[in-house]
């Protein structure tokens, strides 16, 4: 999961709308209709949002 935080954490290379989709994206999978087993996606969606502090007011009320 570290990983993937370093990866989106770096706005050069993950822009802004890339990585709200993304987060959007591991929100669907914790949904029961997407029919996903979500394993780590708590973990991975938290690790982004430690990074991309500007996308924590929208994404971190869904996490908690």
Do not use: K
Not at 17 to 38: C, H
């Amino acid at each position: 999961m570290r990983g993937l935080g370093q990866v989106v954490g770096d706005r050069q290379v993950v822009s802004h709308d890339r990585a709200t989709d993304l987060l959007r994206r591991f929100f669907w999978a914790l949904n029961e209709e997407s029919g996903a087993v979500p394993y780590g996606m708590p973990e991975a969606i938290g690790e982004i949002l430690a990074l991309r502090s500007e996308l924590q007011e929208v994404f971190l009320p869904m996490l908690c």
